[in-house]
């Protein structure tokens, strides 16, 4: 029996990879002015980022409702999937994995005489990050995964897909938290462009290079360094409002010869609302480092007391 796939709407898939694969959404919840929509269902990616900068008060997010997830479960049932593999984005930057947690114990409840085996998985990344595990996922099923197998993938290489994220807007960092207001004014009166990545569960900025050519110059040269060739068959690039930035940056890679698919997405309204406007992000396997190491190490040891 297949794997039904399913996540929460940060995956920021594409609709034509949804249709392909037949992956489930749990939409997250914006708040703009008052007003709640649900995302990718109530507004557009481009409604958002066109109207963004006339918004009175910023937007802000929550979690898929449990009502959401369960709807998922309930339509695998009715495709006749008895396994589900929901990827959800990292839960130390959202709700969204305890949400899927809530709602799995609900539907076990409305439901006990189901039979149908639900597990849930923890991305720890963000936005086309989680996207890139559940498009390989997708592949892998069709290359005869069993559920088990899929979900010791993701356990696996979850920790090895590696994210950098640019950031044009530098008052979404600053709401954020992630960068002092002192020195956003500095970066916008020096026309620095913060690159974030994913550390110990969280976005956390790594490099800030003046002007976008340097930041495609860094995305290169950090691609060329940390590609694992080997896990990566395909890359996924990621943007907000500008989509020759993102075609600039394929453009780049495909002069270094990379021999995979890429795919360019859209980064969607969720995660819009808290990188804005001319965001660009590139996912991709890197080769085993000092973190996954750790990993592996706890994971042996679990086993081995288990």
Same mark, same amino acid.
């Given at each position: ?105 609900? $539907? +076990?409840? *409305? ?7 639900? /597990?849930?998985?923890?991305? &720890?990344?963000?936005?086309?990050? !989680? ?86 110059? $860094? +995305?290169? *040269? ?7 060739? /080997?896990?990566?068959?395909? &890359?996924?690039?990621?943007?907000? !409002? ?65």
């Amino acid at each position: 029996m297949k794997t039904k796939l399913m996540a929460d709407s940060t995956c920021d898939l594409s609709q034509e990879i949804l249709n392909r694969y037949n992956i489930c959404l749990a939409p997250l919840v914006i708040s703009i002015e008052g007003k709640e929509y649900r995302d990718r269902i109530d507004i557009s990616n481009d409604e958002f980022y066109k109207n963004l900068m006339t918004f009175k008060s910023y937007p802000t997010t929550s979690m898929p409702s449990p009502e959401s997830y369960i709807a998922c479960i309930h339509e695998a049932v009715e495709q006749g999937y008895e396994k589900i593999l929901c990827i959800c984005m990292s839960s130390g930057t959202s709700g969204s994995y305890q949400g899927a947690i809530l709602a799995k114990e609900l $539907y +076990y409840e *409305q439901n006990p005489k189901s039979n149908i085996q639900f /597990e849930i998985i923890d991305s &720890v990344s963000m936005s086309h990050g !989680s996207g890139w595990l559940i498009m390989k996922c997708a592949m892998l099923i069709e290359n005869g995964y069993t559920f088990e197998e899929l979900i010791e993938y993701c356990e696996t290489i979850k920790y090895r897909i590696k994210h950098f994220l640019s950031v044009d807007d530098l008052d979404s960092l600053i709401r954020s938290g992630r960068l002092s207001n002192a020195r956003g004014v500095i970066g916008k009166l020096l026309n620095v462009k913060p690159i974030m990545s994913m550390k110990n569960t969280r976005g956390a900025v790594v490099a800030k290079k003046r002007g976008t050519r340097h930041v495609y110059n $860094y +995305y290169i *040269q950090e691609f060329n360094n940390r590609v694992d060739y /080997e896990q990566t068959n395909f &890359v996924i690039i990621g943007y907000t !409002s500008d989509i020759n930035k993102a075609e600039n940056l394929k453009a780049l890679l495909l002069k270094i010869e990379f021999k995979g698919d890429i795919y360019i997405m859209q980064m969607g309204v969720a995660v819009g609302t808290h990188v804005g406007l001319g965001g660009l992000s590139m996912f991709f396997v890197e080769k085993p480092h000092e973190d996954f190491m750790h990993h592996m190490k706890e994971k042996i040891i679990k086993q081995i007391h288990s």
